[in-house]
């Protein structure tokens, strides 16, 4: 048995553990009415300092703020609180003859005491919409935010705070420590948002307690440019997803594909879409963020200075100011497959181009990566989109689109191996907060009886 009475944070979690009983036995309506009052928070009460804690800690425009952190929290909460009454039913299953005399069907049932650790980039997105489906599921909650992001930790506990008693949800504060500190416990379940580094961590310490996980990990997202693509379409959808957030998203397009006869058209469209979007100098927009800090930085310093020295050319070479966090948005071609920014999620607004001419080049080549977060198509053909659908593999895709499969709520979002394990949003991420409890409940006698030893020769062949 092991002992936890020296850890930091063993009290909360015990006190959490003692109160689960009480959160797993409320009603649907009494866990949508602490959703209501999340919403609220989120919505209404807290929406200035969040859109305030995202400027300060990643520059991030309103509109962004607005759209993730607002819209998209509050649309999970409403899509929960839809279906939470359905979902909180039995849900039967049919018995094949054998077990005539017999019903089944399997409940939701809350896993217990869970933990979320979020990452920086979409700090507030990222803690809270795992967190509607723990509730939503009838889970306590321990929540630990990135420290890296720390305006919006800070935004976090005080939301928290405000709704729920700390043995019902708590937020704990801090960095590398304390999220090992917590990964000591034995939480019922793990939900992890960050880098595959770190994601392999937590699968080793959840191991030690048999935890389940839901990681929600990265990688290189690749797109692939079709020739019977609209360009200008993809040109425009790529670069506003590459710059959003200052290219530090998930499922960013991390590099690109293009067919090599339609390269030089892709770059000048793709030129003319960040002229229109960012104009000549991306420093003085007010709709392009920043990087969250000097190690982010100083990485993406070095993937350049890596690409010059492979000879790489810069299609777009942008201005960069250390003291202001900024890289401008960057094009690169001409990259030899062992430069850094092929071979590391490059988490920023620099994209580099390859070219094919065969598209079983792209499938060989993604063949031999690991299995990406997100992949791109963009392509006007059909038979090409299915070709290129059942010759790969990937967590999620967009096709003539980036990055809006994560917003679809109907649709499972996550990675595959590498990229992730278990999938999140709407329904998807009550299941991972969920135990399906399957239960067989016998009426009458019914023909088991007849599997009574003593056994004979008849029985076997039943
Ligand atoms: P990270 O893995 O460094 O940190 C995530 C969280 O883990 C933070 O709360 C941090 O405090 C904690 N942590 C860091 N090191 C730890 C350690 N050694 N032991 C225990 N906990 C530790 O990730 P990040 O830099 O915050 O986020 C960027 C990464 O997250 C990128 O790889 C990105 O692709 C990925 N990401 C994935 C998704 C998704 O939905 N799949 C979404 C956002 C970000």
Redesign the pocket.
Known sequence: MINYTDNKHFSLFNKQEKHQHIVANTSYRERISKLNALQRAVEVTYREKIQDALHKDLKRPIVESDLVAVYLVVKEIKHVKAHLRQWFKKQPVDSQFTLLGTTSWYIYEPKGVCLI??????PIN?ALSPLVAAIAAGNTVIL?????ASHCSKVIAEIINSVFTENEVAVIE???E???EL?KLPFNHIF????????K??MSAAAKHLTSVTL????KSPVIIDVSANLKLTAKAIAWIKHFNNGQ???APDYVFVHESIKNEFIRLYKMALLEFYTEDASKSSTYGRLINEKQYNRLIGYLEDARTHNAHFEVEGPTNASDLFIGPTVITNLPEESLLLQE?I?GPILPIKTYNEIDEVIEYLKSKPKP?ALYIYAKRRRIINYIIKHTKAGTTGINNNGLQFSNHNLP???SNT??IGK?HGFYSFQEFSNQRGILKRYAIGPIRLLYPPYTNFKALL
């Open positions: 650790i979020s990452p920086w980039n979409y990222l630990k935010p990135s420290e890296i801090g960095g590398v304390t999220a090992q990964l992890f948002t960050g880098s595959i580094e770190v994601g961590i937590v929600e990990l990265g990688g998203t998930c499922i999620e988490f977060l979002f996550g990675g990229s992730g999140a």
